[in-house]
């Protein structure tokens, strides 16, 4: 008799073991088959996507000096610019200048907006 209610046991936590299973795989079968959210489909573009610093071709780009006359600092962008603003600091003595870079930011169509977030510095102190 033990020897049936043991057995009795084990069909009953195997039949809830089975049926965990066939939720788990219910649910990952329903996460493969849906699409991934914010995923686009690139199959109506035919368009290859800029070469990059690893491929053949890509050239980098020539760094170009932006004078900064205010604080916030505006400068004119497109989307394809990218900013780094240095902050400059003495923290020994007035021979040795540091630039510290504070932000790398990828430009917005038209003017892009540069701050360190932090209180806003002379505008002499930054660098573009």
Not at 31 to 60: H, I, K, N, R, T
Not at 92 to 121: C, F, M, Y
Request: with cysteine.
């Amino acid at each position: 008799m033990l020897f049936l209610e043991g057995f009795a046991d084990l069909l009953r936590r195997s039949r809830r073991c089975w049926l965990l299973v066939g939720l788990v795989f219910a649910v990952v079968a329903a996460l493969v088959s849906s699409p991934v959210a914010g995923a686009q489909d690139d199959s109506s573009e035919s368009s290859d996507p800029p070469p990059g610093p690893c491929d053949q071709g890509w050239v980098a780009p020539t760094p170009v000096s932006v004078a900064v006359t205010s604080v916030p600092i505006k400068v004119a962008s497109t989307e394809d610019d990218y900013f780094v603003l240095y902050v400059k600091d003495q923290p020994v003595n007035e021979d040795v200048v540091w630039d510290i870079p504070v932000l790398v930011k990828r430009g917005e169509s038209g003017t892009t907006t540069l701050s360190d977030n932090l209180a806003p510095l002379a505008a002499a102190k930054y660098r573009v």
